[in-house]
């Protein structure tokens, strides 16, 4: 394990009533180990506030999903990153779901992860696969060129700000993880090309691996030496396994 301060977040994608969401967040409050990984749980846009409320004092931050790289105006259906920022310490950008689903481009998601940074808020981009393109040996190209993009649409003094979260997208939902080696190799690679561009940055950002993540094989990832969290999807919607997850990062 790096000496970086772990970072776990689950994202809860588009499920959970409003009950459960914020029975689930008061229960991950609550039972919460003491430990040093900074946790954040990310609810769908309209369960903000009322989690919000249950998380106060507590140690589990807010993300939100998604946010737009436009700071206001005619964008129906689109949230502002200033608009979360009073809410949210975190956003998730550029999930393989959105740039399948929404067609966002690697130019979009770097947009979206400047949109982040302006406004106050860590931006969790995430970077990853398909499994075509792993069978066909370019998997670090690929992710590297989608670094490139989060890079070059960010100011060089906030790329130590950034949290990268390296999700295969065939390892998402499926039960297939990456191996621990797999994901440490692509996440030294996302290291190395960030120190391309800022050395003592490379340093501090957090790598996350995700997809398929869960409390049994959660050390076994936190154990690399570029790998510095877990971004959670159906293992983040029970408070038991998070909270191993969360435990196993120390
Ligand atoms: C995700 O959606 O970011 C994710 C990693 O999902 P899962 O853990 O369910 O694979």
Redesign the pocket.
Known sequence: MSARVPLIAG?W?MNLEEWAAVELAGSIADGLPNGRADVVVCPPFPWLTPVSAVLEGSRVALGAQDCSDEPSGAYTGQVSATMLNGLCRFA?VG???RRRDCCESDELVGRKANAALSAGMTPIA?VGESLDVRDAGNAIAWVEAQVDAILAAIPGDAIGRIVI?Y?PIW?????R?ASPDDAEEVASAIRARIAEADPAAAETVRILY?????AANAASYLDTPNIDG???????LKTDSFLEIVAAAG
């Open positions: 994202n994608k998730i999930h393989s779901e995430c979260a999700e390892a998402i939902g499926t039960g993880s995700g997809g398929s993540a869960n877990l971004l959670v999807g159906g293992a983040s």
